[in-house]
């Protein structure tokens, strides 16, 4: 099993950027795919990015672009760069760890992912 911590979030203005992080710990991260999740009141948990155990990355629409995921795999740590902000980003963005065998799959459904962080606050003024 795996512990997920996130940070990075905070307010900003749109056009803005922020720099999400998540810090493992337990397990062994290089055996998972990891994925950044993000849930508003009126949706369920999004699919934002995902990373392959080998570094390949999805993304979604809304944000192809714009975000980039990456993973350091030396700090057990996965970063979401958050550029180009818009007000409909605003929401709760969770880290996700998801124990595959495939080195380059990444799933995008949030039943998928076995490991989940406590989420971090990202609010986009206008």
């Known amino acids: 099993q795996v512990q997920l911590v996130e940070s990075g979030g905070g307010l900003v203005q749109a056009g803005g950027s922020l720099r999400l992080s998540c810090a493992a710990s337990?397990?062994?991260?290089?055996?998972?795919?990891m994925g950044w999740f993000r849930q508003t009141a009126g949706k369920g948990r999004e699919f934002v990015a995902g990373?392959?155990?080998?570094?390949?990355?999805l993304y979604a629409d809304s944000v192809k672009g714009r975000f980039t995921i990456s993973r350091d795999n030396t700090e057990n740590t996965v970063y979401l760069q958050m550029n180009s902000l818009k007000p409909e980003d605003t929401a709760l963005y969770y880290c996700a760890a998801d124990r595959t065998y495939d080195n380059n799959y990444v799933h995008t459904r949030y039943g998928e992912y076995d490991y989940w962080g406590q989420g971090t606050h990202v609010s986009v003024s206008s």
């Open positions: 337990g397990g062994t991260f290089t055996s998972y795919a």
């Open positions: 990373i392959s155990r080998r570094g390949g990355s």
